[in-house]
């Protein structure tokens, strides 16, 4: 069982993306898993690319528990850099069920396992579920009201202590996912997780700005 039974660990993978989708050159960024504890195991917010299981790996070593704790894994969104390593980790994981948005499902890989569709105001372990369309269909955002922490997926993402949007490229529809953007900007919580870039000190002062920013 995890040793850290309130804390968040995130685990940090590069991620390369090709020349032509961000500009003419390829760029290095990265994508961020989030492993969550509580009272029965670790849930696991996203799988991030193929390979991540061994950074993941480490990442529960590093919070004293292993694969066999890992209960749920919920999809923040189906991307690649968010999902495609999925069936590594539920090689890894056999008692964690998958949990995503609706709209997302059809896009998910899970081989034979089945995944669950999770809908605006339910609640997993600690974690209550906010639908968030517009980077995707089914995008998903967490927030866990006790601990007063935010996942917010894709709808902003955090570069050499800026934030902004999502690129146009990979959002689905902007105005969606301004709106949802805006919902979590009005959320109490003191600490923001973003899906790409580390944590901001000010990361819910930054969120309320970006949103009214358009």
Do not use: Y
Request: proline share 8%.
């Amino acid at each position: 069982m995890p040793n850290q039974p309130t804390s968040v660990f995130p685990v940090a993978l590069d991620l390369q993306i090709p020349a032509g989708m961000l500009g003419p050159d390829p760029v290095t960024a990265d994508v961020h898993c989030f492993l969550v504890p509580h009272e029965s195991g670790v849930l696991l917010v996203d799988t991030g690319p193929p390979g991540s299981q061994t950074a993941l790996t480490a990442g529960l070593a590093h919070i004293g528990a292993g694969w066999g704790d890992v209960t749920d894994v919920v999809l923040t969104h189906a991307h690649f850099d968010h999902t495609a390593g999925l069936p590594q980790v539920l090689a890894l994981a056999p008692a964690a069920r998958v949990w995503a948005g609706a709209e997302d499902i059809p896009a998910v890989d899970a081989g034979e396992r089945p995944v669950v569709a999770l809908k605006d105001g339910d609640h997993l372990r600690t974690l209550t579920v906010l639908t968030t369309p517009g980077h995707t269909p089914g995008h998903l955002s967490l927030l866990d009201e006790a601990a007063s922490l935010l996942f917010v997926g894709d709808l902003a993402g955090a570069r050499d202590g800026t934030l902004s949007r999502a690129p146009a490229v990979f959002t689905a529809d902007a105005a969606a996912a301004d709106a949802s953007l805006r919902r979590v900007a009005t959320l109490d919580a003191n600490r923001v997780f973003f899906s790409h870039g580390g944590e901001l000190a000010d990361g819910p002062a930054a969120l309320k700005g970006l949103a009214e920013h358009t």
